[in-house]
């Protein structure tokens, strides 16, 4: 952990604290969304790691590590204070954005998928370009995700505290998204229960994103955008190029 990581932990946390704090009605929905997200993220984070200690999944499939792993203890600290500072995009965006709820008596399950599937693109899309930027315009802060080579399914949130409000599960990208298309408030929690399983998964060394936690060149986010900017990159293609350079 950098200094500058400690710094805006106290300064996050402390916000975070403050606003919890204070007590106006207004805030239900940010504060109902927090505390759904926190149950949902540990309920799934605790049933992969089940998993994976009981061998399933992907384990394993990946050549090498490109580094030695951090302390557990380390990794388990900083995941559970952002999980907890993870409010401060819900307050802003949730907060602000209450008045923008559907009227539910105009409920239409066409207009509600349509608005789902376009959170999924419209985040997928910023989520995209946010990640590959912080691979060379904020490399420092990003630099933290990727020192948990491979991570736990507990640490898909574990980065830097600044990237957690950025660009994280709940996070100025995703909450965006949501106050943009604004969808209706069920919706709203579909789509963080989704978003928070794929985001553990990937984590979890079950899907594709582990590759990027190894070349750090692809996988930067859902499929389809990875795909039409030319980054996508498999688990067999990555192993071929291994044989050929070892055949070499």
């Not at 204070?22 to 984070?45: C, D, W």
């Not at 590590?65 to 307050?91: C, D």
């Not at 928070?196 to 994103?209: D, E, K």
Request: glycine letters at 6%.
């Amino acid at each position: 952990m950098t200094w500058h990581a400690g710094f805006f932990n106290l300064f996050f946390v402390g916000a975070t604290l403050y606003l919890l704090h204070q007590n106006a009605p207004e805030k239900k929905h940010a504060r109902a969304f927090y505390g759904a997200y926190i149950v949902l993220y540990t309920l799934l984070a605790s049933l992969f790691w089940i998993a994976n200690r009981l061998g399933w999944g992907s384990q394993g499939r990946i050549f090498q590590q490109a580094q030695p792993p951090l302390p557990e203890s380390l990794v388990a600290l900083q995941s559970a204070i952002n999980l907890f500072i993870s409010y401060l995009p819900f307050h802003f965006f949730l907060y602000v954005g209450e008045k923008k709820w559907p009227n539910p008596d105009l409920f239409s399950w066409m207009i509600a998928l349509g608005k789902l599937l376009g959170v999924f693109v419209l985040h997928g899309t910023l989520f995209y370009f946010v990640h590959r930027a912080m691979h060379h315009v904020l490399r420092p802060i990003h630099r933290e995700h990727h020192q948990c080579i491979l991570a736990k399914p507990y640490a898909a949130i574990y980065a830097h505290p600044i990237e957690v409000f950025l660009n994280n599960i709940p996070s100025v990208t995703a909450l965006f998204s949501i106050y943009l298309l604004a969808p209706p408030l069920g919706i709203a929690y579909i789509w963080l229960s989704i978003a928070t399983f794929l985001g553990i998964m990937a984590h979890a060394r079950w899907g594709r994103h582990d590759l990027h936690h190894i070349y750090r060149n692809c996988n930067y986010s859902a499929w389809f955008i990875d795909a039409i900017m030319g980054t996508e990159c498999k688990i067999e293609e990555k192993n071929e190029e291994k044989r050929e350079a070892r055949g070499r």
